[in-house]
């Protein structure tokens, strides 16, 4: 069930990737457009065609504030996007029952669990297991307003 989950999950965002990238591929033709309009404004006015001048020019121009800003945005959202990768954590305990000695360290590969060791016990030189396995979950703290 949880590895369908983490399935969906990473075609979603290889999905909202390519929606993503088509995206910006049109950024940048309308950019390239409102940069050709600019030109051809510039042209028309040294015709003497002002009126048309005008509305190349209005057309350049806004198109061109609407596809910096997109990218500006695009961009302020990339830098943005951050990854928390939690950490997994391996607990080991040593087997004699008089010793109550518990060690955790991060996951290594090749740990699982009942796994024995052959690191003797710092404490009592006996054999330890690997007995949980698990990630570190943060806690977002939570706002109330009054």
């Not at 390519?18 to 042209?43: C, D, P």
């Not at 065609?49 to 198109?63: E, H, R, T, V, Y």
């Not at 928390?84 to 109550?100: R, W, Y």
């Amino acid at each position: 069930m949880r590895l369908n989950k983490m399935a969906q999950q990473t075609q979603q965002s290889g999905q909202s990737n390519k929606i993503g990238n088509y995206l910006l591929l049109i950024v940048f033709v309308v950019l390239a457009l409102s940069v050709v309009a600019l030109f051809v404004a510039v042209e028309t006015y040294f015709i003497g065609d002002i009126i048309a001048a005008g509305i190349f020019a209005g057309i350049g121009g806004i198109a061109l504030a609407i596809c910096l800003f997109l990218l500006y945005q695009y961009r302020r959202q990339a830098t943005e996007v951050k990854i928390d990768i939690p950490k997994v954590m391996t607990t080991i305990e040593c087997q004699n029952k008089g010793c109550a000695n518990k060690t955790i360290r991060e996951f290594q590969r090749g740990d699982y669990i009942f796994k024995d060791l052959d690191v003797a016990c710092p404490k009592c030189g006996g054999k330890q297991m690997i007995t949980a396995i698990y990630k570190e979950v943060k806690v977002k703290e939570k706002t109330y307003s009054v």
